[in-house]
């Protein structure tokens, strides 16, 4: 875990921007990270085989975060880049962090599944499907007793639907009136597996509000829907009533950048590459009598600096043998020992 805080940059831009110009940009920027990313993969330069890209649910990352203040904070999934993104994160160091390297947010040691950083409220990325829920509930709980006003939000997918642990946290939090948030990215696919082969109970909401939280469901076509109801969802966990959104998108590809899908029919995937939030936006902006070449211009420009994360990755250091414990405990705890050292101090004492 990182433990390390970075001053948030320029979160207001996405916080407190009204503006669907705006969301656009943000939208339009997760959607060229994650292109970027699978390009680091394709090059060989990302560390580890399994990088998860959010291309399709930009308007859950972007939506949701546009109704966060500072003080919040949140965890992802394994498919978090995105909402990383849209809180804030330095495209750089998340790219340098996927890449392994030094220079990344977790010094190069949490990559793409658990990224984190404390000082942009980031509880943790996890890849253990439903993992990064319950932390919300204890950060919740600690905003409530110490009346910051803080919201924390666990971002996850329809996989996490099926995960007890889910209920026992929704259950807590409305329990004891905690400020928490539950949002379910739903790509409609857990990996090869369809969300209507997984329940039969697909009204996902529906769920929540059996624990007593305030919940609705979302077409993720339209940000501006899903920055509505995630208002509704967030300024009433903020008073004291936890609450449940569910955004529906679709995973325009694979589960991870090496899966072709083959369980998908070409069918499904062109109906469902229609819902594209990030084409839905620049076409109402179109109608609203915004520019094509303006927003053309916009694009280059956010394919510019996008472009720039993979050169940035690539020329910075892998982190060094000496420093593998650093930043994955609390700095207050004792580096482990390493296995030879310790070794050798036992053999040394018989
Ligand atoms: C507890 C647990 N079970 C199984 C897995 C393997 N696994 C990784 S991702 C995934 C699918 C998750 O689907 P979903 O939650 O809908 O998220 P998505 O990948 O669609 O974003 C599974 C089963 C895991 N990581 N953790």
Partial sequence: MN???????????????????????????????????GELYIRGESAGSMLHLSIGEESAAVGVSATMREEDTFTTHHRGHGIFLARGADPNRMMAEIGGKETGYCAGKGGSMHIADMGLGHLGANAIVGGG?????????VAKRR?????????????????????????MAALWGLPAVFVCV???WGMGTRIDEATKATALHERARAFGLNAETVDGLDVLAVREAAHRIVDGARTGTSGFLAVECYRFYGHGRKDKSPYRSEADEAEGRTKDPVEYARNALIDLGHE????????AEIAAEMDATIDYAIASGEPALDTMFRDVFAPDQPEPEPVRTRIDRVLAED
Avoid: H, K, W
Avoid at 7 to 20: C, F, G, H, I, K
Avoid at 133 to 141: F, N, Q, R
Avoid at 292 to 299: G, H, V
């Fill in 3 to 37: 433990t390390q805080t970075t001053t948030r940059p320029v979160p207001p831009d996405v916080a407190s921007n009204s503006d669907l110009a705006e969301l656009y940009r943000q939208m339009r920027r997760v959607r060229t990270f994650e292109d970027r990313v």
């Fill in 133 to 141: 829920i319950p932390a919300v509930v204890g950060a919740a709980l």
């Fill in 147 to 171: 009346g910051t006003g803080a919201v924390s939000i666990a971002f996850f997918g329809d996989g996490a639907m099926q995960q007890g642990i889910l209920y026992e946290s929704m259950n």
């Fill in 186 to 188: 739903n790509n409609q």
């Fill in 292 to 299: 094509a070449e303006i927003l053309d211009a916009l694009d």
